[in-house]
T-cell receptor, first 111, second 119 residues
Framework: KQEVTQIPAALSVPEGENLVLNCSFT??????LQWFRQDPGKGLTSLLL?????REQTSGRLNASLDKSSGRSTLYIAASQPGDSATYLC??????????FGAGTRLTVKP | DTGVSQDPRHKITKRGQNVTFRCDPI?????LYWYRQTLGQGPEFLTY????????KSRLLSDRFSAERPKGSFSTLEIQRTEQGDSAMYLC?????????????????FGAGTRLSVL
């Protein structure tokens, strides 16, 4: 059974800092990994999807890396802004059907 | 297409009442998923449909829960005899459901969710 863990659970940084969010998973036989953003009381917005054959994906100030062999992914946010404040979730397919999510990292970027 | 739509956004009900939620997926997506999310946790899988067929249900889906997707388009999730422990955000997602070599590109698109409060 796939288990996903995210560290830290919460993070507070001043505006402008670069930061790294961590995700680990127990079963390395995944075919992709997704990072999502969730604002309070809202649904999930997909940020980045990394296929198993890829090492990283970039979108604007976001960069996600994937190391399947060690069961880890990181989400790097450059030059953080108050608008980046949200919960960030990583998820991997449990099989061909559902996704397993971590509990998320709650990020606060202070002006 | 405006994405995955869920209705209602919020539902407050008394314990013991029945509630029904609706999800409209992205029109060309053949897969539809239901998840439940409690405070401070990530979403947990409940069930999924491939077109109109319900192919998998998790152990979280007790016999008080039933989901349908009668024409392979929208889906409903009904909870009978609600309990306080049912209070959560119920999320719907849809995907193209690519298989084989293309499955790595499967992206699930999520709706805004229905927040259920059972008093």
């Amino acid at each position: 059974k796939q288990e996903v863990t995210q560290i830290p659970a919460a993070l507070s940084v001043p505006e402008g800092e670069n930061l790294v969010l961590n995700c680990s998973f127990t079963d390395s036989a995944i075919y992709n990994l997704q990072w999502f953003r969730q604002d309070p009381g809202k649904g999930l917005t997909s940020l980045l999807l990394i296929q198993s054959s890829q090492r990283e994906q970039t979108s604007g100030r976001l960069n996600a890396s994937l190391d399947k062999s060690s069961g880890r992914s990181t989400l790097y946010i450059a030059a953080s802004q108050p608008g980046d404040s949200a919960t960030y979730l990583c998820a991997v397919p449990n099989n061909n059907n559902d996704m397993r999510f971590g509990a998320g990292t709650r990020l606060t970027v202070k002006p | 297409d405006t994405g995955v739509s869920q209705d209602p956004r919020h539902k407050i009900t008394k314990r013991g009442q029945n509630v029904t939620f609706r999800c409209d997926p992205i029109s060309e997506h053949n897969r539809l998923y239901w998840y439940r999310q409690t405070l401070g946790q990530g979403p947990e899988f409940l069930t999924y449909f491939q077109n109109e067929a319900q192919l998998e249900k998790s152990r979280l889906l007790s016999d008080r829960f039933s989901a349908e997707r009668p024409k392979g388009s929208f889906s409903t999730l009904e909870i009978q005899r609600t309990e306080q422990g049912d209070s959560a955000m119920y999320l719907c997602a849809s995907s193209l459901g690519e298989t084989g070599p293309l499955r790595a590109k499967n992206i699930q698109y999520f709706g805004a969710g229905t927040r259920l409060s059972v008093l």
